[in-house]
């Protein structure tokens, strides 16, 4: 069993593999792929593929749909970086409203033996405004935005949120200080910090776009730490020169955005902590060899969760459509060849179903021969066998 590595992933997570007896990087053909923010939208599919495991949150670098139709599992680690990206988004406002970067490199310029006096003489250049007392808006309240949202109350903010898809145990982890509204436009028009934390999809290419950007007030300071797509760069650029705009920050610089006084950049930094790299690596390698090794699901981003205890010597894992009859049809055919069921579990979502039949047939030739009739039914995108 091999496993593909792009990308660096902590070694917690990679030894989690090797100890399950999976190889890394040996061949061409692997069973799943782990990574963080490869690009894998073109990737062709290798035979033996059956999953694709994400160290992080954003999924947007996978090509989520052809994997669904090629029968593949692809997973997340929700959660395991959001408070490293909290950290940061905290950090970068407090920069830029200290004017730290600036106050940095001015220090930096100092020499002589009476750099203190230089110090209390030259500080006035680089008098600030707090955070407490201020207005922030968080654009989505999943794992990181509930936590910026969170935060924002201990220190003293006034917090307005908005997620119209927010799920039922995020909002209980929400302070109930958070102000949430229904309609993005009301953050727009009352925040003085607004930060986004949404998955990007084709659906909210520049969710935050001019005409979002011509309702906020004059000198709104605008944090992105999701992705760089989900703002239109240009627009802010002109809202920044016509100071409509005081402060653009984001983990995703680009050449427009560069030597500016009025834009804080870093290098997609936000998940790159001890802590955050070894959770995601570990999450992401449990999930993908559970899955591998036992047909279990937990936190796929395709496929519903689904957990069932293998107790029997084999285990038949089918994806396929969500359509009629399907179940009838698998267990007509597991009938024909004289098998037991021991255990079925089948759970769909959306168009798609997951379906782990566990019996203990164990003759090869019977195994095969069952395979490529389900293999052969063109409304199951992926069959496998799984023997103990
Ligand atoms: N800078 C980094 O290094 C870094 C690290 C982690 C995550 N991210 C990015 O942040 C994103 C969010 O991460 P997360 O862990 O909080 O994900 P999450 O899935 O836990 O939360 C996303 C939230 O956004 C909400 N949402 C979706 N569409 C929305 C819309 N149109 N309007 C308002 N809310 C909407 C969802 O309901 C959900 O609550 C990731 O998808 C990724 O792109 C960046
Ligand atoms: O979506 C994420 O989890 C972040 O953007 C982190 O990406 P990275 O793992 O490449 O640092």
Redesign the pocket.
């Known amino acids: 069993m091999d496993i593909r590595v792009y990308n660096k992933i902590a070694d917690e997570g990679l030894d989690i593999l090797k100890n399950k007896g999976f190889t890394l990087n040996e061949t061409n053909n692997p069973e799943g792929i782990i990574l963080r923010s490869e690009e894998l939208n073109d990737l062709e599919f290798n035979d033996n593929l059956v999953a694709i495991a994400r160290a992080?949150?954003?999924?947007?670098n996978i090509p989520i749909q052809r994997a669904i139709e090629n029968g593949i599992v692809v997973f997340?680690t929700?959660?395991a970086?959001?408070n490293?990206?909290n950290e940061?988004v905290f950090t970068s406002m407090v920069m830029a409203i200290r004017h730290m970067r600036f106050a940095n490199q001015w220090v930096h310029t100092l020499v002589g033996e009476d750099i203190p006096k230089q110090v209390e003489a030259g500080k006035k250049q680089f008098k600030g405004s707090e955070i407490k007392g201020k207005t922030i808006g968080v654009?989505?309240?999943?794992?990181?935005?509930?936590?910026v949202g969170n935060t924002a109350v201990k220190l003293g903010m006034h917090v307005l949120g908005?997620?119209?898809?927010?799920?039922e145990e995020?909002a209980y982890r929400l302070d109930p200080q958070i102000q949430r509204v229904t309609d993005?436009q009301t953050i727009y028009q009352e925040a003085d910090f607004i930060t986004?934390?949404?998955?990007?999809?084709q659906?909210?290419h520049h969710?935050i776009d001019k005409k979002a950007i011509d309702l906020m007030k004059k000198e709104t300071i605008l944090l992105n730490?999701?992705?760089a797509e989900?703002i239109d760069v240009a627009s802010v650029i002109a809202a920044l020169d016509n100071k409509n705009l005081r402060y653009y920050l984001t983990?995703?610089p680009e050449e427009a955005l560069m030597n500016r006084s009025d834009c804080l950049l870093?290098p997609?930094?936000?998940?790159?902590t001890d802590e955050?790299e070894k959770i995601s690596a570990q999450m992401a390698a449990n999930q993908l060899s559970d899955f591998i090794l036992t047909g279990n699901i937990r936190y796929s981003v395709n496929f519903p969760n689904v957990q069932m205890d293998m107790e029997t010597a084999c285990r038949l894992v089918i994806v396929n459509r969500n359509i009629p009859n399907m179940i009838t049809l698998l267990v007509t055919e597991l009938g024909e060849h004289q098998i037991n069921i021991v255990h079925l579990t089948n759970k769909s979502r959306g168009d798609y179903a997951y379906t782990l039949i566990d019996f203990d047939e164990q003759d090869p030739q019977v195994l095969q021969e069952l395979k490529e009739k389900i293999d052969a039914n063109e409304n199951i995108l992926s069959a496998r066998l799984i023997r103990k």
């Open positions: 992080g949150a954003g999924v947007n997340n929700p959660g970086n959001a490293a990206v940061l654009i989505g309240l999943g794992s990181i935005g509930h936590m908005y997620d119209p898809y927010i799920k995020a993005v986004i934390h949404v998955p990007y999809t659906d909210n969710f730490f999701s992705r989900l983990d995703f870093f997609h930094l936000g998940a790159s955050a």
